[in-house]
T-cell receptor, first 113, second 116 residues
Framework: AQTVTQSQPEMSVQEAETVTLSCTYD???????LFWYKQPPSRQMILVIR??????QNATENRFSVNFQKAAKSFSLKISDSQLGDTAMYFC??????????FGGGTRVLVKP | EAGVAQSPRYKIIEKRQSVAFWCNPI?????LYWYQQILGQGPKLLIQ????????DSQLPKDRFSAERLKGVDSTLKIQPAKLEDSAVYLC??????????????FGPGTRLTVL
């Protein structure tokens, strides 16, 4: 069974600064996808960024980028130029065959003005 | 394009009562998921449907939880009887096709259940 671990329960960052969220996972699969989801307070979960395990190049989406280290089974998210709207819970998730998502416990990000 | 719809948004019941949640996925999405998200935790998959068939229900507590998707479109999740530990947000998600190599899941707003 796959497990996903987010070791930082909460992070705070000043507006316009950068914050990095950590995620590690455990799997015996070779082909899989990794995701970061954002869940704003009282709003629905949305996909921030995804990474295919077979791609060596790290994914980027505007101010969001990942550092994918396959051998270390590590998948961190960097939020650059943080904005007040980035305040949310962030979940790391893993998916192998069957489309079943396994989520980590989440990291609460608070962006301070 | 309309998103995943869920109702009700909030529900408060007493233990041993029954409750049902409804989900309408994005039009054309064949795969539908129900997740349970306990406060302070990440979502946990309860059941996954492909059209009207069950793909994975390994983490569904079948003695009290049931779900159906009779016509392969909307779905109902039921809890009977409810326990205190069932207090959680129940999320519904949908995606286009189960077997494609990549398949983004779109989430609904969730139903927050409080069991007293």
């Amino acid at each position: 069974a796959q497990t996903v671990t987010q070791s930082q329960p909460e992070m705070s960052v000043q507006e316009a600064e950068t914050v990095t969220l950590s995620c590690t996972y455990d799997t015996s699969e070779n082909n899989y996808y990794l995701f970061w989801y954002k869940q704003p307070p009282s709003r629905q979960m949305i996909l921030v960024i995804r990474q295919e395990a077979y791609k060596q190049q790290n994914a980027t989406e505007n101010r969001f980028s990942v550092n994918f280290q396959k051998a270390a089974k590590s998948f961190s998210l960097k939020i650059s130029d943080s904005q007040l709207g980035d305040t949310a819970m962030y979940f790391c998730a893993f998916r192998a065959a069957g489309n079943k998502l396994t989520f980590g416990g989440g990291t609460r990000v608070l962006v301070k003005p | 394009e309309a998103g995943v719809a869920q109702s009700p948004r909030y529900k408060i019941i007493e233990k041993r009562q029954s409750v049902a949640f409804w989900c309408n996925p994005i039009s054309g999405h064949a795969t539908l998921y129900w997740y349970q998200q306990i406060l302070g935790q990440g979502p946990k998959l309860l059941i996954q449907f492909q059209n009207n068939g069950v793909v994975d229900d390994s983490q569904l507590p079948k003695d009290r939880f049931s779900a159906e998707r009779l016509k392969g479109v909307d779905s109902t999740l039921k809890i009977q009887p409810a326990k205190l530990e069932d207090s959680a947000v129940y999320l519904c998600a949908s995606s286009l096709v189960h077997t494609s190599s990549y398949n983004e899941q779109f989430f609904g707003p969730g139903t927050r259940l409080t069991v007293l």
